[in-house]
Nanobody
Framework: QVQLVESGGGSVQAGGSLRLSCAAS????????MGWFRQAPGKEREFAAA????????YYADSVKGRFTISRDNVKNTVYLKMNSLEPEDTAVYYC????????????????WGQGTQVTVSS
């Protein structure tokens, strides 16, 4: 079992930045690849970014590539999502999740989920 807790969400103006954190507890953090998803009001949950078990490989949705950076610290059992150049379209609840497969983009491939953190970007 893995417990995931996100933090770092908030309200920011367009063009601003935020860094989300996801702290993991339970089974060995480095056993899992990690991902960030987001869900905007009235829309389905969508993939944003993922990182392999030891951080060697990262994966991004086209909509965030070049603006978002995923990273992890296996000593602190934490995965991060640094978001720059935020746009109103980035407004969503952001979730971190843990998977056995690196680079997974489908939510069904993730075994554990956090409760989410709200990000609101105003124009």
């Amino acid at each position: 079992q893995v417990q995931l807790v996100e933090s770092g969400g908030g309200s920011v103006q367009a063009g601003g930045s935020l860094r989300l954190s996801c702290a993991a507890s339970g089974r060995t953090f480095s056993s899992y690849a990690m991902g960030w998803f987001r869900q905007a009001p009235g829309k389905e949950r969508e993939f944003a970014a993922a990182i392999s078990r030891f951080g060697a490989n990262t994966y991004y949705a086209d909509s965030v590539k070049g603006r978002f950076t995923i990273s992890r610290d296996n000593v602190k059992n934490t995965v991060y999502l640094k978001m720059n150049s935020l746009e109103p379209e980035d407004t969503a609840v952001y979730y971190c999740a843990a998977a056995r497969t690196a680079g997974a983009r489908a939510s069904s491939e993730y075994d554990y989920w956090g409760q989410g953190t709200q990000v609101t970007v105003s124009s």
